[in-house]
């Protein structure tokens, strides 16, 4: 069975702290994405990863950076947590054309 | 990318056949139609994919007229957990390189006793 997962459900950070989500897939996936999820607003891109070391900007980069070293494992990066990033946060990875298998998503609370 | 238009919301009971159509006016020759299915604090769930005419599997049918500018996604018997929301996307159809998905509002479908 594919899998996605997500290096936690929840999490309550300051205002200012250094945050990392951890992502990992266990399908060899080229491509892996990160999104955010907000009420009203549907999924956004933040990045995404199309291969070791590569990275690409999507729709909301602003605040975010990404690390990819391993194939299995993409990274998000919140530099300097604000309020306006707490959010839910969902990694994905690509399997065929346009099918992605998401994880169960990060809800981030920045106080 | 082609823009999706859905409906917001849905009511159904269980036992029914649930039909959401999507419209997808500026479709592109390469594009796809997707759907996806995602429940409350979980990440969306790929449910089925078409080019044209009809596919089906274990879970829905698509149905995709030969315009291609709208798509409906059937769910037969619908039961309380297919209560969910669900996204219809279109997108750029190749094996290699990075395609975008663009998830809209969704429609969101509340199956009822």
């Known amino acids: 069975d594919v899998k996605v997962t997500q290096s936690s459900r929840y999490l309550v950070k300051r205002t200012g702290e250094k945050v990392f989500l951890e992502c990992v897939q266990d399908m060899d996936h080229e491509n892996m994405f990160w999104y955010r999820q907000d009420p009203g607003l549907g999924l956004r891109l933040i990045y995404f990863s199309y291969d070791v070391k590569m990275k690409e900007k999507g729709d909301i980069p602003e605040g975010y950076s990404v690390s990819r070293e391993k194939k299995e494992r993409f990274s998000l990066i919140l530099e300097s947590a604000s309020t306006n990033q707490t959010s839910m946060y969902l990694c994905a990875s690509r399997a065929t054309v346009n099918e992605q298998f998401f994880g169960p998503g990060t809800r981030l609370t920045v106080l | 990318l082609a823009k999706t238009t859905q409906p917001i919301s849905m009511d159904s009971y269980e036992g029914q056949e649930v039909n959401i159509t999507c419209s997808h006016n500026n479709i592109a020759t390469n594009d796809y139609i997707t759907w996806y299915q995602q429940f409350p604090s979980q990440g969306p769930r790929f449910i089925i994919q078409?080019?044209?005419t009809k596919v089906t599997n274990e879970v829905a049918s698509l149905f995709i007229p030969a315009d291609r500018k709208s798509s409906t996604l059937s769910l037969p018997r619908v039961s309380l957990s297919d209560t969910a929301v669900y996204y219809c996307l279109v997108g750029e159809g190749f094996s290699g390189g990075y395609n975008k998905l663009i998830f809209g509002a969704g429609t969101r479908l509340a199956v009822h006793p």
């Open positions: 078409g080019y044209k």
